[in-house]
């Protein structure tokens, strides 16, 4: 049979066009394991450690000790952070970002079921399969186990640690994080004074675009009708502005918007610098491009993994040039490849292509 392979298609498009910022992040290391060289990604547990908190004293214990009694290590912590943001310059933000991945949906569950390389060229560009869905897939049972999984360690965290709850919950519009924050989050008992759980929804807290329809959102409506309490930002479009089923952002392109996304929650009029703890939950991809934005060395996160990051940002100057970034078309099959052991193969009847697949965007 002839077979022609796929090769990465390499066109340029420029599909976008971000304000580049004029703040610079780095991650501020000693106080999580997860920062240390020595702490296993894949197979770190973040319910087993207190989130990563290493233990340790900090400057600020010394003013806590005239209270006269003891402190947990998140409260130390939070202290510590309070304190970072009092002596620091008008101009400089500390704020710890827990980092939260939706738990696995119906695409993760396809991908591991197809293989990647079938998944990547043929089957993600469906809606779905004849039993599964995973168009904006929502969560598999297991990943709202996982979502239930880290509210059950919140919870343990406020009764035990006293931990401050997030000041400021964002939520990427995808269905699986809108999920994963509602079962994370929805019923803790939060200690008195807490912000209360009205995540604010931000379209550039989404997954990276590619051609998979899994990065297709759903309508503003939509998402209004299942969490009808929950605040969307201004200027959300109703229908998806970004994913066309034929270009990809590229990871520079991502990084771009995470930056700017990024500055929409440090120094904003909706939060202070007494608002350091803030709650994101979003996605495998976007997640490790921002921690590429702050600096933090590569941690990958498996479905429903929380990392928090403590981020240090600081105005360096005007926001000025406006920045063009790429994104590159994605070539697929348009039957199921003949195989998908280590890479993808059309069969002959199905050349690779650069338009989508779903003609239904
Ligand atoms: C910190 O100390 C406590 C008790 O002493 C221990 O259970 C916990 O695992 C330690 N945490 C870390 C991150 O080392
Ligand atoms: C459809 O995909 C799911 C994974 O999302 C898999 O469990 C199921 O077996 C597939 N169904 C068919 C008919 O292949
Ligand atoms: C939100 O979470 C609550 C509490 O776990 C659950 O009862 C409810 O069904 C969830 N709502 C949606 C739309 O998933």
Redesign the pocket.
């Given at each position: 049979m002839k077979v022609s392979a796929l090769s990465p298609a390499l066109l340029g498009l420029v599909a976008s066009v971000h304000a580049a910022s004029s703040i610079e992040y780095s991650t501020v290391t000693g106080y999580f394991l997860q920062d240390e060289t020595a702490t296993d990604a894949s197979t770190f547990d973040y319910t087993a450690v207190n989130f990563g908190l290493i233990n340790r004293t900090y400057p600020v214990d010394q003013e806590l000790k005239r209270h006269g009694k003891d402190f947990t290590q998140w409260e130390r912590f939070y202290h510590q952070v309070q304190k970072l943001n009092q002596d620091s310059h008008k101009d400089v933000e500390y704020k710890v970002l827990f980092l939260g991945r939706h738990g696995e949906g119906w695409h993760n569950a396809a991908e591991t079921y197809y293989g990647t390389p079938a998944w990547n060229c043929y089957w993600a560009e469906l809606d779905g399969n004849s039993t599964a869905t995973w168009h904006d897939a929502a969560l598999t049972d297991n990943g709202i186990n996982q979502a239930?999984i880290a509210?059950a360690f919140w919870q343990k965290e406020i009764d035990e640690q006293h931990i401050h709850t997030p000041d400021n919950y964002f939520v990427s519009p995808l269905t699986r994080t809108?999920?994963t924050a509602?079962?994370t989050f929805?019923?803790l008992s939060l200690p008195d004074g807490s912000a209360t759980f009205k995540p604010l929804i931000k379209e550039l807290f989404r997954e990276g675009i590619s051609i998979h329809t899994c990065d297709h959102r759903r309508s503003k409506s939509y998402i209004h009708e299942?969490?009808p309490s929950w605040p969307i930002e201004k200027g959300f479009a109703e229908t998806d502005q970004l994913w066309n089923g034929v270009t990809a952002e590229t990871s520079g392109a991502q990084d771009v918007r995470s930056s700017t996304v990024l500055g929409e929650v440090f120094f904003s009029s909706a939060s202070s610098k007494r608002d350091a703890f803030v709650s994101v939950t979003s996605h495998s991809g976007e997640i490790s491009s921002i921690l590429r934005v702050v600096g933090h060395r590569t941690f990958g996160l498996s479905t429903g993994a929380v990392i928090p990051v403590l981020v240090k940002a600081e105005k360096v100057g005007e926001a000025s040039a406006t920045t063009a970034v790429s994104w590159t078309v994605s070539a697929h099959c348009t039957a199921p490849p003949v195989t998908s052991v280590s890479a993808c193969v059309c069969p002959s009847s199905a050349a690779p292509v650069t338009t989508p697949l779903v003609t239904d965007v």
């Open positions: 239930l509210h809108l999920q509602n079962y929805s019923g299942l969490f």
